[in-house]
């Protein structure tokens, strides 16, 4: 990952299992709790094949992490965050750019519906890297999943290389 002139550059590895803290320190200040596991839960996933992190690193401290779930078909990306001090300078984009060839097929999220800021300006932060809705409205969406209640709270996105 390029970096700014005169500085180190960030580099995007894997998870070096002695970093899971200072992960789980950006992913507790980037998340709700209800949206995350106990650091433990969470750590425990790292003995799981299909799951993965990895991390952006300036200067050998990490500032950015990518969650994935490997499967088949496409992989699933569940918690991405950058550091607070770190945002709104491409760090993010390159991560998730670098970790999509990593595997090298479809990539999928969810993401909440556009009803705050912070919603819509990851809405576009997605879109802006090559994500689309993977359906046309979250009342197709709804049908689809034969949602039966009135509200959905996420809708699902995907990056497919093919078509990108």
Request: proline share 4%; with cysteine.
């Amino acid at each position: 990952m390029g970096g700014q002139p005169g500085r180190k550059s960030e580099e995007m590895k894997k998870l070096d299992p002695k970093d899971f803290d200072r992960v789980y320190e950006i992913m507790d200040q980037s998340f709700p709790r209800d949206e995350i596991r106990p650091h433990e839960g969470q750590k425990k996933l790292l003995d799981i094949p299909e799951y993965q992190l990895f991390v952006a690193e300036d200067e050998g401290e990490v500032i950015a992490f990518l969650a994935t779930w490997d499967f088949d078909e496409f992989v699933f990306l569940e918690h991405f965050a950058v550091d607070t001090s770190k945002r709104n300078a491409g760090v993010g984009s390159q991560l998730l750019q670098e970790v999509i060839q990593h595997f090298g097929k479809m990539a999928c999220l969810e993401v909440e519906l556009p009803d705050c800021e912070i919603s819509v300006r990851r809405i576009h932060f997605y879109e802006r890297n090559g994500f689309k809705y993977l359906h046309k409205s979250g009342e197709e969406e709804k049908q689809y999943y034969r949602i039966c209640d009135n509200e959905i709270t996420t809708r699902l996105m995907y990056f497919d290389l093919k078509v990108s």
